[in-house]
Nanobody, 128 residues
Framework: QVQLVESGGGLVQTGGSLRLSCAVS????????MGWFRQALGKEREFVSS????????AYADSVKGRFAISRDNAKRTIYLQMNDLERADTAAYYC?????????????????????WGRGTQVTVSS
């Protein structure tokens, strides 16, 4: 059974940084695309970033482009989201997601419907 466990969330001031981690267990995910989504209170879940299996191609939401960076370490079975220059609008629960149907592909998915496995989320709160 595939499990995704996020960590690294917390409270940070505007302009600060956090690095989220997502540990993957249960299956070999090295050929899957992986992604991060977020959901603010009272809002729908939205795409943040995704990465292909070989880390050759990444995708970002316009709102985080230039500030966030996704990466993966297949040997450590972990993906990361480095978040810099955080803004209050980044406050949300952040979810890691896995897209096994995108095994071996070179274009990362962006739609939540493309992801089959989800973590339980980690809260990021940005204060002024």
């Amino acid at each position: 059974q595939v499990q995704l466990v996020e960590s690294g969330g917390g409270l940070v001031q505007t302009g600060g940084s956090l690095r989220l981690s997502c540990a993957v267990s249960g299956e070999d995910f090295s050929s899957w695309s992986m992604g991060w989504f977020r959901q603010a209170l009272g809002k729908e879940r939205e795409f943040v970033s995704s990465v292909t299996w070989h880390e050759g191609t990444t995708a970002y939401a316009d709102s985080v482009k230039g500030r966030f960076a996704i990466s993966r370490d297949n040997a450590k079975r972990t993906i990361y989201l480095q978040m810099n220059d955080l803004e209050r609008a980044d406050t949300a629960a952040y979810y890691c997601a896995a897209a096994p149907r995108y095994r071996g592909r070179y274009i990362p998915p962006k739609s939540a419907d493309d992801f089959d496995y989800w973590g339980r989320g980690t809260q990021v709160t940005v204060s002024s």
